[in-house]
């Protein structure tokens, strides 16, 4: 039965699944965790903080993070005990080889939560969305620059996307459900009229009545049918699909 790791866990996604919204979530909870972002992307979001805390020399981190990802992890780990802290990171499929040391070193050691976004099409569109403003998060006190934005979808593309992704979700759910694996399906958390708790809390730590504030907003309010200008092509491929993990 899966438990909740005294020290660490990674978040496990891909991008435009809602990660930055669900930790913005996690850290209303967790306020004494030590959270990382994308630490094993290259240029990782925390690099210079990474780097401080760690004390290691300007550039230390790339190289590490390239070559030796394992050592990375398990430095920070050392950090977090020695904080007396939990620490949380996310990393996304592609950033480490799947044949890397670092996974086993997850599933022995941790706890996975794996946070998949259900409608692949939104996700598609998500991505598009902000590879062509240029903005990858919405903050309360930014503008939206994505409002107008109308996308012609490649429906070849997208279906290599979604093959990639099925892909993915298959050999993490195959490599971590006999740990402290943990699923997640962003629409679960995003939607006003659903009780997220037993999704946004695989851990069962916290009381209901807690208050849980997200920092992000959602980039794309609108439906897809007025953002996608070939969508009688696509329609069809607009639907939630759980690759049989609910339960």
């Known amino acids: ?35 990382f972002r994308e630490i094993f992307r290259g240029a990782g979001d925390n690099h210079k903080e990474i780097e ?25 780990g050392v950090y977090a005990k020695d904080t007396n802290a939990p620490l949380f990171a996310k990393i996304f499929y592609p950033h480490v080889a799947l044949d890397n040391a670092l996974w086993t070193h997850f599933l022995e050691t941790g706890a996975v939560i794996h946070l998949i976004r259900k409608n692949s099409l939104k996700q598609f569109v998500s991505l598009k969305l902000a590879e062509t403003s240029g903005q990858w998060m919405l903050q309360d006190t930014q503008d939206n620059l994505q409002s107008n934005i109308r996308l012609t979808i490649d429906v070849r593309e997208f279906e290599r996307f979604e093959k990639r992704k099925t892909e993915h979700v298959e050999w ?3 490599n971590f459900s006999n740990g402290n694996y943990f699923v997640s399906f962003y629409e679960d958390i995003s939607r006003a009229d659903t009780d997220f708790w037993e999704t946004f809390d695989p851990f069962g730590q916290f009381e209901r009545a807690t208050d849980v504030q997200f920092g992000f907003q959602k980039q794309n309010t609108r439906p897809l049918s007025e953002v996608i200008v070939n969508y009688d092509e696509v ?8 690759y049989g993990l609910q339960t």
């Open 52 to 76: 401080k805390i760690l004390g290691w020399n300007e550039g230390e981190y790339e190289t590490i993070r390239r070559d030796e990802p394992l050592r990375l992890w398990e430095a920070l």
């Open 1 to 35: 039965m899966p438990s909740f790791p005294t020290d660490k866990a990674i978040i496990l996604s891909q991008e435009r699944s809602g990660t930055n919204f669900f930790i913005s979530g996690m850290l209303s909870l967790w306020t004494d965790g030590i959270w």
């Open 172 to 174: 993490a759910h195959e």
């Open 235 to 242: 329609r069809l491929l607009d639907y939630d699909r759980d």
